[in-house]
């Protein structure tokens, strides 16, 4: 990899979203709006908010990093801009680091909207420290988007990009402890949320909620996360293809 490649590729990916409106209001707004439904919903019972508020304030980052990525990627390969790209000294790692990056800025202000409107405007109450749930969101959105990359390089059209959302995603969704506790569920499918990225994200968010300081389950929760998304990324380098069959 290099380091002034990399940096490149995401300068040129940051000034391609600047001219799509369209993906720039569903990544800082989609979550700012979800959020804010969802606490009016729970308008008579504040408490099922900060509850359930908290693990969504993980869960709505990734979806929508997830979709914009793997969306904008394989827009890039259907185009011929990345057969073009690593027809030049450009290596898979500079061009999926560099996505990474890019992706990975929009995920801090993204994630800093949705956590500071949370705790802020609808009043989110966590008994932890406001940082630790940014570090938690931010790393959701990250994981989002190393997802995006690793599955775009199995999508023909952006109509299967998101076809994907419910074999990835859904799954996760439904056993990472929002709808229920993990050590209730059936055998098979607690052992399978134990190994789903999105099961500690959800797990993260609750440690935050629920203690003042930083616990060791926290530390393993972020550490989980963050090494699942590097896995990612690092097969979204392994299976990138130049351009679509």
């Known amino acids: 990899m290099n380091g002034a490649r990399t940096l490149a590729t995401a300068a040129r990916v940051l000034r391609q979203l600047r001219h799509d409106p369209r993906s720039i209001a569903l990544m800082l707004l989609v979550p700012v709006v979800m959020l804010t439904l969802l606490r009016y919903v729970f308008d008579g019972s504040p408490q099922t908010f900060d509850t359930t508020g908290a693990s969504l304030l993980g869960i709505f980052p990734l979806i929508t990093m997830f979709l914009i990525t793997s969306i904008a990627t394989l827009r890039e390969r259907t185009s011929g801009t990345l057969e073009r790209l690593l027809a030049m000294p450009l290596g898979k790692g500079d061009l ?56 775009s390089a199995f999508a023909a059209s952006e109509f299967q990009a998101v076809q994907f959302m419910p074999a990835v995603v859904f799954p996760q969704l439904l056993l990472c402890g929002l709808f229920a506790p993990r050590d209730t569920m059936q055998p098979v499918l607690e052992g399978l949320s134990n190994v789903l990225p999105m099961s500690y994200a959800v797990d993260g968010m609750t440690q935050v909620l629920t203690h003042t300081d930083m616990t060791t389950d926290f530390v393993r929760d972020a550490l989980v996360v963050a090494g699942c998304a590097l896995l990612v990324l690092v097969l979204g380098a392994a299976t990138l293809r130049r351009r679509t069959p």
Request: glycine content about 12%; hydrophobic content about 70%.
């Open 96 to 151: 999926i680091a560099g996505y990474a990056l890019a992706f990975g800025a929009v995920a801090v202000v993204q994630s800093l909207l949705a956590t500071g409107l949370a705790l802020w405007a609808l009043g989110l109450d966590v008994i932890g420290s406001p940082w630790l749930l940014l570090l938690v969101a931010l790393l959701d959105a990250i994981l989002g988007t190393a997802l995006g990359l690793f599955v």
